[in-house]
């Protein structure tokens, strides 16, 4: 699993493989199938171990704070990282929260995102969920969601709707 490389620096630089740059702080969410292994995996390589924070992908002097996860020992639920605004040189925080499907669609719900990055297949609800918080709207440009995930459910309709037509070829 490497997201947490990935959106580390995409948080870092602050730009994207699309084309995307984005000019002020950004909000993220990276999530996984269980709050476990989101701190055991991504949270591991994004900030190091808890006795060295800093010593993962994002460097400690870009790490403004962070907030531990209520009820999971040593999971941290949300990171800011320092933005320095391109054209003003202004400063600013961008925010990267880490979250898991076992927190069910409504810790989801009612916020706009620049980036989610869904590692491991996502169930429906939460899928969808993700794609509302990154639609475009009359104030916001709109975000990009991003999956990693072996199909080890098989051909579910997420997976179908990534095949021409929705299913497999003949």
């Not at 996984?32 to 460097?59: C, H, W, Y």
């Not at 990055?117 to 429906?124: A, H, I, S, V």
Request: proline share 6%; hydrophobic share 40%; aromatic share 8%.
């Amino acid at each position: 699993c490497r997201w947490a490389r990935l959106v580390g620096g995409a948080l870092i630089v602050l730009a994207v493989n699309d084309g995307r740059k984005f000019e002020e702080p950004v909000s993220f969410w990276a999530a996984g199938d269980t709050a476990k292994t989101v701190r055991d995996i991504g949270q591991l390589e994004l900030l190091g171990p808890m006795n060295d924070i800093g010593s993962g992908f994002i460097p400690k002097h870009l790490i403004e704070h962070f907030s531990r996860k209520p009820g999971v020992t040593d999971a941290v639920e949300t990171i800011w990282v320092k933005h320095a605004e391109k054209v003003h040189g202004a400063p600013g925080l961008s925010e990267l929260g880490l979250k898991s499907y076992d927190q069910r669609r409504e810790s989801f719900q009612g916020t706009k995102k620049h980036g989610i990055w869904l590692d491991e297949e996502p169930p429906d609800d939460i899928h969808v969920e993700c794609l509302l918080r990154t639609a475009q709207t009359s104030d916001f440009a709109g975000g990009m969601l991003m999956l990693t995930f072996t199909p080890l459910q098989g051909l579910t309709p997420l997976v179908l709707a990534f095949l021409p037509g929705g299913r497999l070829p003949s």
